[in-house]
C-alpha cells in the first residue's frame, strides 16, 4: 500500500508556516488534509493556514508543502488511523469515536486511494481552489531528487 510522507528539502516550509503551527518533519506520514480546509469561497479563517497548497501530518497535525509517495505497511497505517480518529475525537469535537473513526478512515483512505494513482518515490504538491461543486484539487508530479547520490 502507498502513503504520503512529508519532504523538507530547506528551511522555507518552517519559515512559512511558522505563525500556523509549524512544519511537518522530514518524513512524518501525511494525509491530504481535506478535512483541515478552509471554505476557500469565503477566504481563509486564518490568514497563515496555507490549507490550500498543503498536506497536514497525522502525528504534528503541521503542514507540508511537498509529500512523497511511499510504502506503507498495515500496522502502521491502521496506526495512523486512530491517532487522527483520537484528533478528530479530542481536538475537533467529533461527536463520538465511532462518528470520529469513519472520518479518519475516510481520509486515511483518501489519502492511500490518492497515492495508488502515483508511481512510488515521486513528489507531489497540491494546489486545492473552490468550484460550484466544492474544493478541487489539482496535484503536480515531480521526479525525486537523488540529493547527495552524484558526484559534483
Known amino acids: 500500500m502507498k502513503f504520503l510522507e512529508a519532504v523538507r528539502l530547506d528551511d522555507s516550509d518552517a519559515r512559512v508556516y511558522a505563525q500556523g503551527g509549524g512544519a511537518a518533519e522530514d518524513g512524518e506520514w501525511m494525509v491530504s488534509g481535506g478535512y483541515a480546509v478552509c471554505d476557500l469561497e469565503q477566504g481563509h479563517r486564518q490568514p497563515c493556514c496555507h490549507c490550500d497548497t498543503t498536506f497536514v501530518a497525522v502525528g504534528s497535525r503541521r503542514r507540508c508543502t511537498i509529500a512523497e509517495v511511499a510504502e506503507i505497511d498495515a500496522a502502521t497505517y491502521t496506526g495512523l488511523m486512530e491517532r487522527l480518529a483520537q484528533h478528530f475525537l479530542n481536538d475537533l469535537g467529533a461527536p463520538s469515536i465511532e462518528a470520529a473513526r469513519q472520518a479518519a478512515e475516510a481520509e486515511c ?21 473552490p468550484t460550484a461543486e466544492g474544493v478541487r484539487e489539482h496535484y503536480s508530479v515531480f521526479k525525486r531528487l537523488m540529493i547527495g547520490a552524484h558526484k559534483l
Open 109 to 129: 483512505a483518501y489519502t492511500a486511494e490518492l497515492a495508488a494513482s502515483f508511481p512510488a518515490e515521486v513528489w507531489i504538491t497540491v494546489k486545492r481552489e
